[in-house]
């Protein structure tokens, strides 16, 4: 993993409303997280990302459904309506798991393997960006 996409990474959950990022390349794992300040009590202060890394075999990990594209990541087909998929929903390889709206058209996420659905890595309406993790499936 190169540098430059490290600081990328940084600035992308320094942008986003997301706690942690956790992503696994070939033997290396690189996991930010935001840490508030000390004595930041005001939501105007900015989180500060932290990297922890490690080049220790991971252990088997669930799969990972990853982005193609950018755009903003909706769990539902319209608002108010239920999601495709929660955690622990059991789907299907080509099943429809979220929409990507990019340039004002909606993208389907679908699974690429058989499984269940073990965590959902995005928040409703987050901005994804190729290459970003939003799905874990445990194979079946």
Known sequence: MDLVLIEKLMRLLEASDLQELDVNEVGMRLRLTKKRRAGAE????????????????????????????????????????????????????????????AMKTFNPVEADRDGVIVRILLADGASVSPGMAMFEIEPR
Do not use: N
């Open 42 to 101: 005001q939501a105007d202060e900015a989180d500060e990302p932290v990297v922890a890394t490690s080049t220790a075999p991971t252990e088997k990990r669930p799969h990972r459904v990853i982005s193609g594209l950018a755009g903003a990541f909706y769990r539902a087909p319209s608002p108010g309506a239920a999601p495709f998929v929660t955690e622990g929903t059991e789907v299907r390889d080509g099943q429809q798991l979220a929409v990507i709206e």
